[in-house]
Nanobody
Framework: QVQLVESGGDLVQPGGSLRLSCAAS????????MGWYHQAPGKERDLVAS???????NYADSVKGRFTISRDNAKNTVYLQMNNLKPEDTAVYYC???????????????WGQGTQVTVSS
């Protein structure tokens, strides 16, 4: 089994910063892409940022210049540094990991349980 444990969500004022972490554990063969999605009430789950095994990053237009995604391959952990937070960033943030359990299995997507980020004065 694979487990993703997220942390770092909180209530913060506009203009503030937060750092989300997501650590993968369990039967892990190779991790390729890691990333974060967010979902606000009544809206779909949308990609925030992703990072490939080689460090290539991709960001939603709404967070470019404010958020930074990074990963520590030795710890199977992905981070999301969020600066200059805005009320519209309020959402549940989910990490995801694309991995294969072994050299003979296909890649599959695994999701964290979600962490709440609230930006409000």
């Amino acid at each position: 089994q694979v487990q993703l444990v997220e942390s770092g969500g909180d209530l913060v004022q506009p203009g503030g910063s937060l750092r989300l972490s997501c650590a993968a554990s369990g039967r892990i063969g190779v991790i390729s892409t890691m990333g974060w999605y967010h979902q606000a009430p009544g809206k779909e789950r949308d990609l925030v940022a992703s990072i490939s095994l080689t460090g290539i990053t991709n960001y939603a237009d709404s967070v470019k210049g404010r958020f930074t995604i990074s990963r520590d391959n030795a710890k199977n952990t992905v981070y999301l540094q969020m600066n200059n937070l805005k009320p519209e960033d309020t959402a549940v943030y989910y990490c995801y990991v694309r991995l294969r359990l072994s050299a003979t299995t296909n890649y599959g997507d695994y999701w964290g349980q979600g962490t709440q980020v609230t930006v409000s004065s």
